[in-house]
């Protein structure tokens, strides 16, 4: 064998041990923050703990709308504090987060969070007249290195019917959520893009009735052909997601039955696309009141995007409404119903 032909076979072995070496490290990467995804993920459904274990409550309950969408209610200790604690973690870069929400029914609201017995997250409203609070998202960034999450619970003094509610327990959550996440009322259309092929027939932003209450997006097939085809997308920016156990849920509203098939689609083969709304279907969305999609996100490796399609079938009074579209936790049910233009 000639001399340059061996360099050459020592150099292709040399690149391929260079690769075999680089797409080991995102392997063995990618599995670390899917156990970390798999250890941390939570929405206390079916009255579970999940993997967490809750020390020094001696009461809790997992309450919610139904036995399907619940939250963990803990009750509140005069005498010693209680701790929501996870498993053992092993975070080897920084970057990631981890996210919840928790409510208070309590005059004293506080919660503290430690990861390696360090301080990491603090909340307190101090005393209050008003016992109920709403619903607050906790995040920040974890740490590098090995330890227990744990969610501190401050005792109460005189903490009869006093509670903390937890939720929607998420590793690196912001990825997606802040992608899709949306109630269309601050921002007109948040970060999604509204595609239309008609000057009559798109999705629309609507204020509630009365004002304070908001706003939603909403369709309506009147007159829907006259200027096109009768079709008009809600489209998402691209969103990554790197591990399983993500879902994106919200809210739709039907006046009428409107002459429409109405999709959710995502542009991968990762991930099927659903109908939401379609005449010919069997079982029929009950008419005037909200409903709530829910759909699981599938791990990919590429990006893709999340897209409600609008078709109008035939021209119709019947409108569909949507709001609060809401990734990795239970989207609030709107208080009231539509109004329509």
């Given amino acids: 064998m000639s001399l340059s032909l061996r360099k050459y076979f020592l150099l292709n072995i ?34 579970s703990l999940c993997n967490y274990q809750l020390i020094g409550a001696k009461e809790r309950y997992n309450n919610g709308i139904d036995s399907e969408e619940q939250y963990l209610e803990i009750k509140m200790s005069e005498t010693k504090e209680i701790f929501v604690e996870s498993p053992m973690i092993n975070v080897e870069e920084n970057g990631h987060n981890f996210s919840f929400y928790h409510s208070y029914f309590s005059p004293n609201k506080k919660l503290n969070v430690y990861a390696d017995d360090k301080l990491i997250y603090s909340y307190s409203e101090g005393y209050r007249i008003f016992f109920f609070s709403s619903w607050t998202e906790a995040k920040f960034e974890l740490p590098v290195g090995k330890y227990k999450i744990r969610i501190q619970i401050p005792q109460l003094y005189w903490s009869r019917y006093k509670y903390t509610r937890l939720d929607s327990f998420a590793f690196d959550r912001n990825r997606i959520a802040e992608q899709l996440d949306c109630n269309f009322d601050n921002s007109y259309m948040c970060k999604y893009n509204v595609v239309r092929d008609s000057r009559l027939f798109m999705w629309m932003n609507q204020k509630y009735a009365s004002p304070g209450l908001g706003s939603y997006l909403y369709v309506s097939p009147s007159d829907c052909k006259l200027f096109g085809n009768g079709l008009t997308y809600l489209t998402s920016p691209y969103f990554d997601v790197p591990e399983k156990g993500h879902f994106v849920s919200f809210y739709y509203y039907l006046d009428g039955f409107p002459g429409l098939k109405v999709e959710v689609l995502f542009d991968t083969y990762c991930q099927k696309n659903q109908i939401l709304i379609n005449p010919s279907m069997k079982n029929v969305p009950a008419l005037n009141t909200w409903h709530k999609a829910k759909f699981d996100l599938s791990k990919c490796i590429y990006e893709y995007q999340m897209t409600i399609k609008s078709e109008c079938l035939e021209t119709g009074n019947g409108s569909i409404a949507i709001d609060s579209i809401a990734v990795d936790r239970e989207p609030e049910r709107p208080k009231y119903p539509p109004i329509w233009n």
């Fill in 14 to 47: 040399l690149l391929f041990s260079c690769y075999l070496q680089e797409n080991t490290f995102f392997a063995f990467a990618n599995s670390s923050e899917d156990e970390i995804n798999e250890k941390l993920t939570c929405s206390f459904e079916k009255n």
